[in-house]
C-alpha cells in the first residue's frame, strides 16, 4: 500500500521581462515534501521505517489545470486501488490576512470529504504533537473560492481516494513576480511541516488502511 506526499513545483514562468519566482507557490510545498522525504528516508535507514511505502509526488501543471496529477492518475506508477491517501502540501509559508500576526494556524481542507478517520487522525496528531490552529473555513462546500477543487489532491479525490490539503491561504503576493523566498515565513512553515510528518507518518503505519466512509 502507498501513502502519496504531494506537491506542484510549476508557476507561472515568465511574463515580459518578469519573472515569476514561486516561493510561496508552491516552493513552499515541494521544499517540505522534499524535507519530510529526508526525515523518512532516515527512520528507514535507522531502522524506524513505516509499513506502508511513502510516495514523494512532485507534479508539473497545476496552474495549468491540475494537469500533472490528472495524468499520474490516468498512468499511476504504483496501482490507485492500493493508494489509500494523497497528503497535498500547497502554499504553506505564508499568512493570508486573516490571520496577519499568527504563525500557528493552517487550513485543512478535504480531510473529512471520503474518510472521517482521516479527519480525526489529523486533529489527534496536532493535539499530540503541534497544536497548531486548523481552520476549516475553506472546507465548507458553499466556500466560493472551491480550493478544494484547486489544487492537485482533487484528481485523487474523483478516484475515490481520501485526501487532506494543507494551506495558508493567499496573499498580496499571489500569482505575483513578487512571490520571493525572503517573504516566507519559515517558522509557520516549519510548525506546518512537522504536522504534515505527523498525519503522514501516521496514516503510514496504522494496523489498517483508514476507510472510505463517506462521499462528499
Known amino acids: 500500500e502507498y501513502v502519496l506526499l504531494s506537491?506542484?513545483?510549476?508557476?507561472?514562468?515568465?511574463?515580459?521581462?518578469?519573472?515569476?519566482n514561486g516561493?510561496?507557490?508552491?516552493?513552499?510545498?515541494?521544499?517540505?515534501?522534499?524535507?519530510?522525504?529526508?526525515?523518512?528516508?532516515?527512520?528507514?535507514?535507522?531502522?524506524?521505517?513505516?509499513?506502508?511505502?511513502?510516495?514523494?509526488?512532485?507534479?508539473?501543471?497545476?496552474?495549468?489545470?491540475?494537469?500533472?496529477?490528472e495524468y499520474y492518475t490516468k498512468l499511476p506508477a504504483f496501482p490507485l486501488?492500493?493508494?489509500?491517501?494523497?497528503?497535498?502540501?500547497?502554499?504553506?509559508?505564508?499568512?493570508?490576512?486573516?490571520?496577519?500576526?499568527?504563525?500557528?494556524?493552517?487550513?485543512?481542507?478535504?480531510?473529512d470529504k471520503l474518510s472521517s478517520e482521516l479527519h480525526d487522525i489529523n486533529e489527534s496528531v496536532n493535539d499530540k504533537y503541534v497544536n497548531m490552529e486548523l481552520d476549516y473555513r475553506f472546507n465548507d462546500d458553499k466556500d466560493p473560492n472551491r480550493y478544494y477543487y484547486r489544487s492537485d489532491h482533487y484528481n485523487f479525490a474523483k478516484q475515490g481516494i481520501p485526501v487532506i490539503f494543507?494551506?495558508?491561504?493567499?496573499?498580496?503576493?499571489?500569482?505575483?513576480?513578487?512571490?520571493?523566498?525572503?517573504?516566507?515565513?519559515y517558522d509557520l512553515m516549519q510548525k506546518s511541516a512537522r504536522l504534515i510528518f505527523h498525519t503522514t507518518w501516521e496514516l503510514a503505519n496504522r494496523p489498517e488502511r483508514i476507510k472510505v466512509d463517506s462521499n462528499k
Open 23 to 69: 516561493a510561496n507557490d508552491n516552493g513552499s510545498g515541494t521544499s517540505t515534501v522534499i524535507a519530510l522525504m529526508k526525515a523518512f528516508a532516515k527512520a528507514k535507514k535507522e531502522g524506524n521505517g513505516p509499513k506502508r511505502s511513502i510516495v514523494a509526488l512532485l507534479m508539473c501543471g497545476e496552474e495549468k489545470g491540475l494537469l500533472g496529477s
Open 81 to 111: 486501488d492500493q493508494t489509500i491517501v494523497d497528503v497535498n502540501v500547497d502554499m504553506v509559508g505564508r499568512t493570508d490576512k486573516l490571520h496577519e500576526s499568527s504563525d500557528e494556524y493552517i487550513y485543512v481542507i478535504g480531510a
Open 166 to 185: 494543507y494551506f495558508n491561504g493567499v496573499h498580496e503576493d499571489y500569482h505575483k513576480s513578487t512571490d520571493t523566498f525572503d517573504k516566507i515565513n
Open 7 to 20: 506537491a506542484h513545483y510549476d508557476h507561472l514562468g515568465t511574463r515580459g521581462d518578469k519573472v515569476f
